[in-house]
């Protein structure tokens, strides 16, 4: 199984609301991402967690504040979000590792499609 | 700072044609050198990835690249593209351990 799964599809959401985005993989890797992409634009780095710890967050504001309660599992909950906030979350998964070339590649899931009215 | 550059925003070919997209690396030690690519609305697909070795490496799809430490590129190649070849492709590398990095990308269309 090279899947990685992301829930929901598509979100749509008020600027007061407070929701959650998940995402899972059953590959046994211990490293999991969170990448933000706007239209016609690369992904950038969101958060990084390294054997269930963050290890990078990608000086986010704090209304996005992620979880990763096991290591399969990676959660992305969103509170009190802009429009300008609206974007293509990816999740990627990776075999992880401390060193240069130990992460090897990463897997992306098909995203969430968030839209913040 | 440790960069990917990828120099075509958007590159159109005819059905048949080869095709090559290109993709330079500022980076002092060896890079670690992805390509991605990315149909619209969708995630990314790894077509392909260079560590260390052969500096030619081959992808899926029918897609190589070739390492070129000289030049710092890192180019994606392919002999004859199809309609479905259509889509978005990244190149991407890692800073450090853990942060995987995106150049701006080239959009492929495919001309009947």
């Known amino acids: 199984d090279t899947e990685v799964t992301q829930t929901p599809k598509h979100l749509v959401m008020g600027m007061t609301n407070k929701k959650s985005l998940k995402c899972e993989q059953h590959?046994?890797?211990?490293?999991m991402y969170w990448y933000k992409q706007k239209a016609k634009k690369p992904p950038e780095l969101m958060f990084v967690?390294?054997?269930?710890?963050?290890?990078i967050n990608e000086s986010v504001p704090s209304r996005f504040s992620p979880e990763c309660p096991n290591s399969s599992l990676l959660n992305l909950h969103l509170h009190a979000l802009q429009p300008e906030d609206s974007a293509l979350y990816l999740c990627?998964?990776?075999?992880?590792?401390?060193?240069?070339?130990?992460?090897?590649?990463?897997?992306f899931g098909e995203g969430s499609r968030l839209t913040v009215l | 700072a440790q960069s990917v550059t990828q120099p075509d925003i958007h590159i159109t070919v005819s059905e048949g044609a080869s095709l090559e997209l290109r993709c330079n690396y500022s980076?002092?030690?060896?890079?670690?050198l992805f390509w991605y690519v990315q149909s619209p609305g969708q995630g990314l697909q790894l077509l392909l990835k260079y560590f260390s070795g052969d500096t030619l490496v081959q992808g899926i799809k029918g897609f190589e690249a070739e390492f070129k430490r000289s030049q710092s590129s890192f180019n994606l190649r392919k002999p004859s593209v199809h309609w479905s070849d259509a889509a978005e492709y990244f190149c991407a590398a890692f800073q450090g351990a853990q942060k995987l990095v995106f150049g701006q990308g080239t959009r492929l269309t495919i001309n009947p």
């Open positions: 967690y390294s054997y269930e710890k963050l290890s």
């Open positions: 590959m046994g890797h211990r490293a």
């Open positions: 990627a998964s990776s075999q992880g590792g401390r060193l240069a070339g130990e992460a090897g590649e990463l897997f």
């Open positions: 980076y002092g030690a060896t890079p670690y």
